[in-house]
């Protein structure tokens, strides 16, 4: 899926040589400053590293149109961005961005579930809580249904519980689907309990294992 060779960025990332498959749930997982966070960055054509190339689907990413990868592969950041008007309307945006058809209120329904989200369409997302904006935002994203999902900490303002409860049916559907996850967590639970793939990234004098 992912190939990374010889993969600088400023005083953040040293990657000699990187693999993620798809199909599967890979995790990133490493202290702060570690670079995970630029890593989904370079995947989604976001940032180019200073050195080096990476791959997707055995296509070099320099010649890759950025708004067509973006489509395909999809990225939830850690701090969510919701957009004035109700939960339908955030949804649908999404889908907008992407060039899809907006999907019916049961599909929207659905997404809800999988997130374990509440609430009821017409409700205005301003006004829901930190946890429940971070579960709108990977909603918006679910619906995409893009071939790659690069998900930043999405479950982070969650308790314990309801982040397992919302990794294992983002996850389930995912690998029904055949969608491949690339996952930073902050939890060694949801990494032991749903990672096919670990990726442990330490600072770059330390090297990456």
């Known amino acids: 899926m992912f190939e990374l060779h ?21 995790c990133l997982v490493g202290q702060s400053g570690a670079g995970k ?11 180019s590293p200073d050195e080096g190339e990476i791959y997707f689907q055995e296509k070099n990413l320099n010649e890759e ?14 701090q969510p961005t919701i957009f004035e008007g109700t939960i339908r309307d955030n949804l649908n945006i999404g889908l907008v961005f992407s060039e899809n058809q907006p999907k019916d209120d049961r599909e929207l329904k ?45 479950t982070s303002a969650l308790d314990e519980e309801t ?4 990794m294992k049916n ?10 491949t996850v690339v996952l930073i967590t902050h939890s060694p639970q949801i990494a032991d309990t749903y990672c096919e793939n670990k990726i442990i990234l330490k600072r770059r004098e330390e090297g990456i294992v």
């Open 6 to 26: 010889n993969v600088k960025y400023k005083d953040i990332l040293d990657i000699e040589k990187m693999t993620i498959p798809g199909q599967k749930i890979t």
């Open 163 to 166: 982040e397992h409860l919302v």
């Open 37 to 47: 966070t630029t890593l989904l960055r370079m995947l989604n054509l976001m940032i």
């Open 110 to 154: 659905e997404a809800l579930r999988i997130v374990s989200l509440k609430k009821e369409l017409d409700e205005e997302a301003g006004t829901l809580s930190g946890g429940e904006k971070q579960r709108l935002s990977l909603a918006r994203v679910y619906l995409m249904e893009p071939e790659v999902f690069l998900l930043d900490e999405p």
């Open 65 to 78: 149109d950025a708004i067509s990868h973006r489509r395909r592969v999809v990225m939830a950041p850690q």
């Open 170 to 179: 983002f996850i389930q559907s995912a690998k029904q689907k055949n969608q």
